[in-house]
């Protein structure tokens, strides 16, 4: 019988992150023949993503370019995918959440007839302009995917008040899986500020800020309390803040953020240095998607600056907290998890909902069984 040719792709770090151990489980399996086409979406932060995994794309359409708009992404994904499809035709396109790479490459697939199968399905916040323009992103996906891998039941949930019922399986999110490869005993920063911090006797809190939606007011007020935060720990809290190489977040940023001795603005981390720095931190501050997966996985509490989430589970089980963008909101939040060790443990101590290492092996029984190569489903993933 013929291998089956799946070919996964992916341009972001955020996905490469998601989507390499997917690549490594189905090389290895013998049913399958493994493609990978990279679009390179964000050029560098994915090549080191490849790096750590040791993964070679077959196809690398390199897209990327100085003032890249939406727009741009789209179709010159759209070509380029085209090509590659004509060329290679794969039996099934994988593709991974919500990214502009991610809507291209399920389009580019349906246009040439190829199933599509949707890793990361089912994540909504009903408001198609936040996170803008990831929900409109994952949202058309779904229409277009055959086969659907919800992180979650209430992913599931979510297909299914969609009307969308076919192909649909609960894995778990990959993301767990990742963990397992980066996180390890004694590891070494290429940032030697990180390897000098004092991770027992200070609180390190992990701070992100990026998104779209956050641009303006929201960020000035997310840097603001920052700045007041740091003020007033200044003695027990370091806060350590991979800037976003946007201009408008650098800006930002600097702006509110230098100059003081414990706040430490750092030039974005490769995958394993993040998954290592949040495994010594004390908490994390974030506007993130995947951060809040990744963050209750390691224990550690999570404080969403942004208005909502499309990852209600952790703020159900307790691992996260939905701040917002208010920055009076944000202080004191952050300040009662410095304050209250009860208050800290309730959060760090919470269930992660979101996985158990397996998801990746669950995507490609699913797999198998969907293209009748197997008569069992993989059994879903419980939390």
């Known amino acids: ?27 290895v399996r013998p049913e399958f023949e493994s493609l990978c086409c990279v679009t390179a979406q ?133 993301v767990i899986d990742a963990l397992d490869t980066t996180v390890r005993p004694g590891f070494k920063f290429t940032t030697e500020a990180l390897n000098r911090l004092d991770y027992k006797g200070k609180k390190v809190v992990v701070v992100t800020c990026h998104r779209r939606e956050n641009y303006g007011e929201p960020m000035e007020e997310i840097m603001t309390a920052l700045r007041r935060l740091a003020l007033a720990y200044e003695e027990q809290v370091e806060l350590v803040y991979p800037v976003h190489l946007s201009p408008v977040v650098q800006k930002a940023a600097h702006g509110k953020l230098d100059g003081l001795e414990n706040v430490h603005l750092i030039d974005p981390l490769t995958a394993d240095e993040m998954h290592n720095l949040m495994a010594r ?8 998607g995947g951060l809040q997966e990744e963050a209750p996985a390691l224990g550690k509490p999570v404080l969403v600056l942004r208005r909502e989430t499309e990852r209600p ?10 701040v917002g963008t208010r920055g009076a909101d944000i202080f004191a939040m952050a300040a009662d998890l410095i304050d209250s060790p009860a208050a800290y443990a309730v959060m760090a ?9 397996r998801a990746c092996r669950r995507i490609a029984d699913a797999i198998l069984y969907h293209f009748g190569r197997t008569d069992r489903p993989p059994e879903p993933f419980k939390s």
């Open 1 to 27: 019988m013929d291998k089956l040719k799946v070919m996964t792709i992916f341009g972001t770090r955020p996905e490469a992150i998601k989507m390499a151990p997917l690549v490594k489980e189905l090389g």
């Open 42 to 174: 964000h050029r560098q932060m994915l090549d080191t993503v490849l790096d750590i995994f040791k993964i070679t794309p077959e196809f690398d359409l390199d897209i990327m370019e100085q003032g890249q708009t939406l727009s741009t992404i789209t179709s010159k994904c759209l070509l380029g995918l085209e090509g590659v499809f004509q060329q290679v035709r794969p039996d099934l396109v994988l593709v991974h959440g919500d990214t502009s790479t991610t809507f291209a490459g399920a389009l580019a697939a349906f246009y040439q007839q190829i199933a599509v199968g949707h890793v990361e399905a089912g994540l909504r916040t009903g408001d198609k302009y936040s996170p803008f323009p990831e929900e409109m992103n994952r949202s058309m996906v779904g229409r277009l995917a055959d086969l659907h891998f919800c992180p979650t039941e209430a992913n599931r949930r979510n297909l299914a008040a969609e009307g969308i019922a076919r192909g649909v399986f609960v894995t778990g999110n990959t």
């Open 281 to 288: 931190s004390y908490m994390v501050m974030t506007d993130s």
């Open 313 to 322: 589970e952790a703020v159900a089980a307790g691992t996260v907290r939905v």
């Open 349 to 357: 101590h919470a269930v992660n909902p979101y996985g158990d290492g």
